[in-house]
């Protein structure tokens, strides 16, 4: 992240938040590109379930381990959301074979972050 700030709050130390929150940036810039047809569908569909991704492991951060658990689930819910978003901007022709595939390869590392925190979390 590029960002600084006097304020840190802990869930920013997290990777998976960290990568999150550049994979929503992605979306948001990679989007702009879509046909103004697409910005109440697929756009605003695709950019808020990629940022609900980083939202989701800010807001269960704070809570007891198997609340926080819950608010990973639906994170990793969400990051499968984007792979149909993402299928649908390609089979639409707006976005390359290149940009579908690094935004699968992103997705498929962030849910395997995520998998990984929630069984830690479980074995606690």
């Known amino acids: 992240m590029d960002f ?3 304020y840190h709050f802990s869930f920013e130390n997290l990777i998976v ?11 948001n810039v990679l989007t ?3 046909p103004k047809k697409e910005i109440f569908r697929l756009t605003s569909q695709f950019c808020r379930v990629a940022d609900s ?28 959301e984007c792979v ?13 074979k290149e940009e579908f595939e690094m935004n699968r390869a992103a997705l498929t590392e962030i849910g395997k972050i995520i998998s990984s925190l929630r069984k830690r979390l479980k074995t606690k």
């Open 4 to 6: 600084e700030s006097k």
């Open 17 to 27: 938040y960290q990568k999150t929150i550049d994979f929503g940036e992605k979306i």
């Open 32 to 34: 702009e590109s879509f």
């Open 53 to 80: 991704i980083a939202a989701n492991i800010s807001e269960g951060s704070a809570n007891t381990d198997p609340n926080f658990n819950r608010y990973l689930k639906m994170a990793w819910d969400s990051s499968h």
């Open 84 to 96: 149909t978003w993402n299928t649908k901007a390609y089979l639409r022709i707006y976005i390359t």
